[in-house]
């Protein structure tokens, strides 16, 4: 009974408690609760087992009780400390035991925390280690002054511990380390250190302690024990050091004067302390100071004992025949001067100190000053002086006036009067001693630093004392007197602050001087004062009362917090085999009861469960069974209840916990009776909550025991009860028997469904197999259990429901047909096909449909979803396509007579069903079928009998704005199907595919084909539709309908419907749609890698893929249909002539969700491709701008956020993490659909509105970071979204660069470092994600390919944004990124085959990369990719020779791979080298051309790679002399690169040269590249040289010239005049050229083409030839020349006038006789009218050209008129 009421009482408290929390918030509790529910509060508080089990709930007790009563809530809270206290305890003395280096702090801490618990407990071994940890903490000179003063703090509490036998015992202790330190044996050690140990109490405020406190306690088991110790000091000189005696000194002075109050005669401490004040030599040595021992001699004339007064005169009378003067100073000390000195400070009377501290005086500063004047001039009557003494005296009452005097000098003053009253002549100032006694005594009172100054000085206590001798028989001076020494010996016992911070924080203020209780009373003082410590300032305050701790929940918490902490916790407690054994040392109020104990057992749930588990395996009957399983079923509910987090949960302490073994034979063993059964329902019945609890993360092991205890013996297995024989189940006639059959059954499917959910985490090879066997296996079995009777009309419907939800969970997984060894896949596909088909038709078909049939919503649901499951099977297994027949209905059971085949038509009934889950999965069973194009034409065939066919039918459910999103969806799919099988553009009658057919009532035509389609969309309005979605799309995580209460009490009609809706009215029926199913829907029942419908092709052809088969696996569909469906169903109201827009303009509209627009935009894909012109037109019209700019990325990113640093509750992460997912489905939808856009119609995406917002938001999601805190659902989602946005980007610019770049880079740059980064991971992710992987960098090199034609374009002055160079190469965020990305692609380049295509995406890459920036150059040169690839060149090189070499047919693939190779490394030598100089003196160094030179046998075989290596040559050679001159040297050999000047023509430039003339293909590539690299050479001094020598130069005379003025030259022409341009450039070029004959008459031919670029070149090369002086006399003989240059000056061209010009003043400089053929008429007369022109003509400001068109003009003219 003790079990069962503590498992009551714990839920029961759980529930009450979880109650309160949910209604009753905690400030109105005292107002609502009752106190019988007060009391219950507070025995909860205080029940250690429970607040340890449930924290939480305990911490909700609490809150309730402070607020229901303070003083209960008391009681607790110092239960509690003492609680804390008691587990300090435990603690400090674990620790103190433990070997090894303590932490002291630590244990001080503890120590200190533990001495609140000792009056309950009374373990004094606490108090003896803590003593001991005290002494070994003195003994360390290092140790921490702040430890050193805790564990002070500690041994005083300890010392004034309230209870007695704790402080005799802590005296004790003390008293045994100070015997075991001073002990006289010790003196003979070695280490003499061994007295440190008594350190801890050499401290004035531990024998202040001792002192004031100890020796006067009552009880002698204290006081002699104080003595003792003080006894052992104060003798132990001899046994100390020198530091410790010091030490022990330096701590007695302040409290010798508490110590001489014990001062005697007749005991042995009183006479240690009188030897204290005692001087033991002639020379004035003593054990104290000499002022000190001044000061305790004359302290002790204030003793109330006789006797010791006349020892103290003895020790007194050294130092007044010793004093300094003493002959001098009055009284005379002889005789009779003693006789009543013992007693002169025992007077009769006492006076009151008080003085007067009111804020404000009445006297004025200037009386004072006045008065004091008076006093302490000597010209003034004594009478006088002392009449103005008196007055001070009486002012001085007035606190506020003492720091006026004493900054006058008075207290000096005074006791320079008081000096010379004592001297032999001072009798004249004894009228004067009174009042000044009394000043000096309200100065002193009042201010403690004058008096501790004073006090000091041993001259003036002296003084004093003769006062009192010589005014012994004077009452009122010799009391003065005697207060005045009373305030100065004992002035260091008044300082308070000297003991203990404070005194009192409540109580009144203490006055300028108080003492001691233990002074007052042990002294005859002269005073009536205040008295201070009359208990410990030590002392602590015990937490708990004797009333509280006699209430026996206190004791009882008190005592379990004991045992708890004693032993460590609750575990190692219960693990004791004897508990009364280990106990025998606590007191009796410690030790816990039989029955404490069963309540920890039973409340501590570990071992709860474990003993539950126990009682199972050692059961002997069914009950006792039972009783644990109800245990067990109260820890998971108890759980529940507290809300108890994962790590403290049954589910994770049965995961350590071996259960197995007590379920083990209840899978092994068949029950036998019905008792058995009925037990085994119990077992399976945890079995489940436990595998439910844990299916998420139930392990591996766990799995693969059940799995193989269910398939170990098939006949005897669990799985054999769900298929019973037919005679078993005819002969269940007993209601209670049934009951637990079906009750059975529920549970055996419950598991077997878990199971299966559960077995998807399997991975090892034998797991899988065990997993697929049992789910081919149990589909079997349920597959049998459809089939028990012969007419599904007799079905038990809750049976068949639980079958069919198990036959959804088994068709779910992929491959669940094929792991059976002796059935087909096919074949139990077709069965299962066969028996929900017959399901289906037995109670949907052949009853009308859902308005006559008597099945209820789950088995509609489980069959139509079986179905769905099936359909993927079978499109996995079939092997070939007939599979589709098999899913038509043969014959419809109607009244006809005929009957009539019914093919698919079943499926349409269900598409309206009245739950959104069953229309849903109807329609994914239609987008499964339509997946093939046989199943198109099926299902089009079963709808034809239906208005509007399969077109109009799924296109009215798609349009239904009052349909849920995810219905509406899946008809998407169906269409987006149905537009795959190419359509006619015409009516074709022998066409298996007609399409879409539109019959138009009116006119009796019908159409089909594209133009049915066109006229269907636009007969339904379809895209303002879309519009419709796109604007009431809803993209937040939860949606709540406040409405939803008020549509729910009335049925809201149709407002119209379209002409082809008849189908759906036949099976639509007025009823009111009851809230949507929270079962599992067909997305969450799904596998997660369903591959895709095949039938798909990709990009823009007629086919485009579908996700018909993608149940958005990742989507929560459960909270899909809260957003998507409305809450009311909308009943059929038809009218054929209603608008169809009105129907959409309904205002009962669903919310549309993310999802279906991720449907609709590939259902737009597809139609791009079958009508792009008007999908075109429909899409430019707003629509795929609100598409692209719905999904904001901030939105996205936001929620990413949430997911990386989760807060609240994970039911809600999952949520957010679903919104993710949908979101970024989308995101990849759109993209995707914009790509289909750009390669159909680019003018659709590259419109300003929809282009920026697009972009920014493309980037945006580029930027996020995948990594930190997603898992990889979302990653992999991430990174899918990733390669549609790279895909889009890549082929916007591709498409539309020179209007989309500027754009890109603009938005670029606000995200480029973290773009970058994306781009880096997308790199990493090379093996794991290749698409990604191509995809990132492809957008990388077409970005950089842009950027490149843009500065070859040399834009950058108009550009006013960042460019990408300047991005990658200036911005100093992404110079890291930079770095990073460049290493990366070089990395790639060089690890990855040469066979690999990812090397090729990388290559391309680099190659953009190099091209552009200068940073990519320069990290490519530290790393040496130009030693590499030169390196890479001579292998080649090697290799091709020695495959050359070979026998046999040579190698063509070999060569090719090589050649392939060879123009990699080429162009990226050509990139690196482009516009760098430093990478051209590295490839100079690295040998480059001599590399060349050996290779350029094989280029020449090859015109891809001679291309490739003359445009390496041309940026190698540009702007660089020295690459070129290399170029005309020889190499010394393949091995060496020994350079020696070429004199036999075996240069690489001689190689050129002959190539050149042997190119005669007048517009090959080669021949363009090949110039281009001469007219680089030309500008050498070296390579001109060769060229001359070679008599390269001759081929251009043989040049063909058009004929007729108006025909152009040829492109070879052109080349040849570039290439003379630049040899023309220098002076000795200009020679060569006129060295060759008929040079000058072919250039001069050629100046008079008509065609402008070869025009300007001839004449620019006649024009710098004119500038040689040798040339001159040649060019000025040739008329046809001097012809040319002056009609240059006519002409319409102001460049050609500029050049004649030129030329002109070029031959007339320096050369006199050019003025004789200039001077010619007809040519001077053109000259003249040139220039009296241009000076007429007004001519801009600031142009250049035309100043010196100008300048030419005048200078020749100036130089003809000379």
Known sequence: MMVHHRMAFVSISLFTVRLLQTLLPVEKASKVLQKSLLSALFLLSLDVPFSLEYPSIHEAVAAYLEQMSSENYSIYKQASEAAYSIECTCSFMIEVHKKGEKNLTELVELADQALHSLPYHQHLALLQESIHICSNISKSVQADPLLHAESQKVLLHLLAHPLLNVKAEAYRCCLEVVKDCLDIRNVAESVSSICHGVHFLLHPKVLYEIAAFGLQEEKNEVNSTAKAILMHLLKGQ??????????????????????????????????????????????????????????????????????????????????????????????????SAFTSISNLFIIEGAIELKLDDKMESIFKVETIEKLYDILTSDAVDIVLRKSAAEQLAIILQDTNMHGIVKKLGMVEKVLAYLSECVHVNGKVMESIVLPCLTLLRKLIYADSDVRLSLAQQSSLLLLLFRVSLIFQNDQAVLMEATVLLCLLLFDEVSRTDMWTKSISNNGPALPAFSLPVAVVRRYHLPVKITAHHIVSPNSIVVPLSSECLSMKPVSDMLKMSWNLSWYHGTENLLQLKNYEKQAETFLDTLKLSSEDILILKITHTTYGLQDCLNSIIQAVSHRDVKASLIRLSFYALNDRLALKCISGSCQTILKSIVWQKAINRFLQVLPASAEDEKLLVDVLRFLNKLCREQRASLEADHIMWILKSLLKNKSNSLLGLLVRPESQVRDETDEIQTAVRQQLDKELIHLFNILLFCSMSVTDREGLELAGCFRTELALKLLQCLRLTDAPHFYGLPSLERTLRGMVHVTALPDWSTYSTTTEPVTICKKYLTGLLEVISSFYVEWGGNAMSFMGKGVTKSTVLCLLHLSHEMMAQAKDTDWVSLWSLPYNNSEDQVPSHLGLTWLVPLWVDRDPEVRFTALGIGSALTSLEIGCIALAESCQNISGGLWGTVLNIFLDQSECSMVRREAAFILQNLLVIPIPTEDLKDCVWQGPCVHDEETGLSQTGKPALKALLHHCQFYKHLIQMVKHCYLGCYMFDVNSAKEDNHIIEKSGSTDFDDSLNLWKVLSSQSPSSHSQSTSETMILSVSPAPGSVMELQAAVPTNSTSFIPETAVNRLMAQGHSDTTTTASPSQHDSPMSAAMSKQCAVVTPALLSAVCSLLHNLLIVTPKDTGIALQRDLLTALSSLVSANLVERCVLKLKAPLGNPCHTEHVKAQVLLLLQYLSSVSRLLKSCLLVDSQLVVQDELLKPLLRNAFMILSIRSKGGLDAELISALHETWVDFFNLLTTLLWNSSQIAFPFVVAALASHCTAVIDTICDCIHLSTTHPALYTASLQFLSVLLNEEGRRQLQDKQSVCQDPTVSFLLDHSEECQASMTQLTELIIQVCERKSSKDVLKEVAVNALLSLLAVSKNAQKYALEVDLIGSCIEQMKHIHAQLNLDSLKPGKPQKKKEDSLKKQLRCAMQLLRNCLFQNEECKIAALKAHLVPVLHLLWPWLLTDDSSMEIALHLLCVYTAYYP?????????????????????????????NILKLASQVSDDNSPLQHVIFDLLSNLALSHDCKGVIQKSNFLQNFLSLSLPKGSHKNPSNVCTLWLKLLLNISFGEDGQQMLMKINGFLDQIVEMCKCKHKSSQHIALLILHNICFSPTNKPKILANDKAIAVLTTCLESDSCAVQRIGAASLWALLHNYQKAKVTLKNPSIRRKIDEAYSLVKTTPQPEGNELNAYYLKCLENVVQLLDC
Request: glycine fraction near 8%; include cysteine.
């Open 1522 to 1550: 020295a690459g070129c001159a290399s170029l005309c040297w020889t190499s010394g050999g393949q091995s060496s690169f020994v350079s020696v000047r070429s004199a036999a023509g075996s240069s690489l430039m001689h």
């Open 238 to 335: 001899l046994v100390m050091t020198i530091l410790t005696w010091n030490k022990f000194l330096d701590a007695l002075y302040p409290i010798i004067p508490v110590l001489q109050g014990y001062a005697d005669t007749k005991e042995e401490l009183g006479n240690c302390i009188l030897t204290l004040s005692e001087t033991s030599s002639d020379k004035g040595d003593g054990i104290l100071p000499r002022t000190t021992r001044l000061r305790a001699a004359l302290r002790l004339l204030f003793s109330k004992k006789h006797l010791v007064r006349s020892i103290a005169l003895k020790h007194l009378l050294f130092h007044l025949l010793n004093e300094e003067g003493a002959s001098l100073k009055r009284p005379c000390l002889h005789g």
